[in-house]
């Protein structure tokens, strides 16, 4: 447990008209001591002790007893007052039931000696006594007592041991509680006053340089020294508290001052600085003007506040307010009728209402309040662009959103489309604008908007965006472009959507009946080929879809008969080279019949195409099932139904046959 020695907290000057504190002094001069000891209380006013109508204070309790003096054996804070002073500063006063207790004398001041006490129950007993401070060893002593010098608002713990031998010649060592000491300085630093406070130029003035020492210490003595400025007035140190100063002129805002210390111990202490106001013609009607004019003012121009008076004379302190600030914006002194305070670069939240006080020491003056409004230049606008879906399609509306978050309305918005004008709008209390547009395809690309409120204009970021169209009706277009085809012709399908945003998928359609599907990622059309049969007589359509929606072409008919026009060509031209051969046929029987006999004894199947003495297998092939005059084989069947290029070198075949057996003449 830390023991206090609790003494007068930081006395200082006391209040003008107010009575001067008690003091509260203990016999013997120990606030601690041991249980079952008394302690007597005395109460001594600036003059002296009082032994009658004393007021008595435990712990903020009154007690009832009046007279000058109180004995008390319970612990706590005391406190007292009499008809002549105020109320004491408390004592804490402990009463304990240890065997050791280290004690210090009351009351302590600073640089003055404090009697420190390590006392036992059985003093006798104890052989030696050590010190410590801030638990080092200060001093061992046989004695009971040391002395130190506390200085002011020292927060050091001190504490004792006691060490001794017992009866059967064991050494024995107690502790006592640790103890702090509080010291009361000696007297507080001086106020510098002026009788009277404010004088008349001309008139004479008295300095004063206030201070007070505590009634036990009135035997101290105090010298005193009065400043102007850095420069020492009088004849510098002297016992008295006053100065007299014979005659005040208005020369300026000087400082005064004063000092006050003590000889022995030598303790210096100094006053705040004062100013001395001597009274001058005061000044009148004070007007404040701005530059620029009210109204006219930008937010980032320099503002200046020009404070002036009519009349006035000496030195002006001119200081210049906003309404809801507690502090001046700018203060300067100065021989002159007006002073200029320059505020540069004003934001938006400088705007309010302003005025101006001067004060040649004679009180201050104000001037009418003005209005300080700012004209701000627009911030870059936020272009948003507001659809009624997360992707926009044509045909929908959007919202363009236009908003600068700082600028001085009116507003005039103006809407971008890839840097061409949309339209306008305009905020005449500032804020937003909105423009509402009906998408089309070409409304696809960057969109910004700009502010202007005549102070400068500021465009916005670009907002991209893109519009999805939905397919149009596709077309359907066959290729050949026919109503009628034969058996074994390739017909291409070809599906076109005119309007659409990709990708688009196409589907085809043969009376209604899915013939298959194809993509076009990048848009445009999509072909579907068909190796025509008999069974693909009939309706046909399409249809295309890129998520917004499906269309279906118009229905295109198509009618599949017979073979095809390859193979008619060629049956036609088997036709023709038969009825040559029956021209030529009794022209060339000689040539028939080695024919025949060079079949019989002829060469093998798979003899050359082309060889002189093997040309049977391609007569064969070009002479028509239908010529029964002619015996030998049968022709083969694809004389018929083969690709169409089998026919036309059968053809070229028989041309030299005809011409070297006079085939012309056999044809007239």
């Not at 041991?34 to 903020?60: I, M, P, Q, R």
């Not at 600085?273 to 007007?287: A, E, F």
């Not at 600030?325 to 309010?352: F, P, Y």
Request: hydrophobic share 35%.
């Amino acid at each position: 447990m830390l023991l206090w020695l609790l003494l007068i907290l930081a006395p200082g000057r006391q209040p003008a008209g107010a009575l001067p504190k008690a003091l509260l002094l203990l016999k013997p001069p120990w606030s601690t001591a041991f249980k079952g000891e008394t302690v007597t209380l005395f109460c001594k006013d600036h003059h002296s002790l009082a032994w009658e109508y004393v007021s008595w204070y435990h712990n903020e309790t009154p007690l009832r007893k009046q007279s000058g003096k109180l004995q008390i054996s319970k612990s706590g804070h005391y406190r007292c007052k009499t008809q002549r002073s105020s109320l004491s500063d408390p004592v804490h006063v402990q009463f304990l039931s240890d065997w050791l207790v280290l004690q210090a004398s009351h009351p302590a001041f600073e640089r003055d000696k404090v009697v420190l006490r390590c006392r036992g129950k059985e003093d006798e007993d104890i052989m030696e006594r050590t010190y410590y401070k801030n638990e080092e060893k200060i001093k061992s002593s046989y004695n009971s007592n040391i002395t130190v010098y506390p200085a002011f608002n020292d927060d050091s713990t001190y504490r004792c041991t006691a060490s001794g031998t017992n009866i059967w010649g064991r050494s024995w060592t107690e502790t006592s509680r640790p103890l702090k000491i509080q010291v009361q300085e000696l007297f507080p630093s001086p106020v510098l006053t002026a009788s009277p406070p404010w004088p008349i130029e001309g008139s004479p003035v008295t300095l004063t340089c206030e201070t007070w020492l505590p009634p036990q210490t009135s035997h101290t003595r105090l010298q005193f020294c009065f400043f102007k400025e850095h420069q020492a007035l009088g004849a510098g140190w002297s016992n008295s508290p006053e100065l007299q100063i014979p005659t005040t002129w208005s020369e300026g805002a000087a400082s005064y001052w004063c000092q006050a210390r003590t000889v022995i111990p030598r303790i210096l202490k100094t006053s705040p600085r004062s100013q001395i106001r001597v009274h001058r013609v005061p000044v009148s009607d004070v007007n404040l003007e701005t530059q620029p004019p009210v109204g006219q003012l930008i937010e980032g121009e320099d503002l200046v506040l020009i404070c002036s008076v009519a009349a006035g004379t000496g030195t002006v302190t001119f200081s210049w307010h906003r309404e809801g600030s507690e502090r001046s914006l700018g203060r300067k002194t100065q021989n002159a009728l007006s002073a200029e305070l320059r505020i540069a670069s004003v934001r938006e939240q400088d705007a309010g209402r302003y005025y101006c006080a001067a004060d040649n020491m004679d009180g201050p003056v104000l001037s009418k309040r003005i209005r300080i409004t700012l004209r701000v230049p627009v911030s870059p606008p936020v272009l948003t662009v507001r659809t009624p879906r997360a992707q926009a399609v044509e045909g929908d509306v959007v919202e363009l959103h236009c908003e600068a978050q700082r600028g001085s309305p009116p507003i005039l918005y103006r809407f971008y489309h890839e840097d061409v004008p949309l339209g306008s709008s305009s905020a005449p209390s500032g804020g937003e604008a909105s423009l509402n547009l009906s998408l089309t395809a070409e409304h696809s690309g960057n969109y910004s908007c700009e502010a202007n409120n005549s102070l400068g204009v500021q465009r916005s970021k670009m907002v991209s965006l893109s519009i999805t169209v939905p397919v149009s009706h596709p077309v359907l277009t066959l290729n050949p472009d026919v109503a009628q085809a034969m058996v074994g012709d390739v017909l291409e399908l070809r599906c076109e959507a005119q309007r659409g945003s990709p990708p688009i998928l196409y589907w085809f359609y043969h009376e209604d009946v899915i013939l298959g599907n194809t993509s076009a990622p990048f848009g445009g059309g999509a072909s579907f080929n068909l190796s025509l049969t008999t069974e693909h007589s009939g309706n046909y359509s399409c249809g295309a879809d890129n998520g917004l929606g499906a269309q279906s072409s118009e229905t295109v008919s198509l009618n599949i008969t017979g073979l095809s026009k390859n193979k008619v060509t060629h049956t036609t031209v088997g036709v023709i080279g038969c009825l040559l051969s029956m021209l030529g046929l009794a022209a060339t029987a000689a040539l028939v019949g080695r024919f025949r006999t060079q079949r019989k004894s002829g060469p093998q199947t798979g003899q050359k195409r082309g060889s002189e003495e093997a040309p049977g297998p391609e007569l064969n092939r070009a002479i028509p099932r239908n010529i029964g005059s002619v015996p030998g084989p049968d022709p083969p069947a694809q004389a018929l139904h083969g690709p169409p290029s089998l026919s036309r070198p059968a053809l070229m075949e028989l041309q030299p046959l005809y011409s070297n057996e006079g085939g012309y003449e056999l044809g007239g």
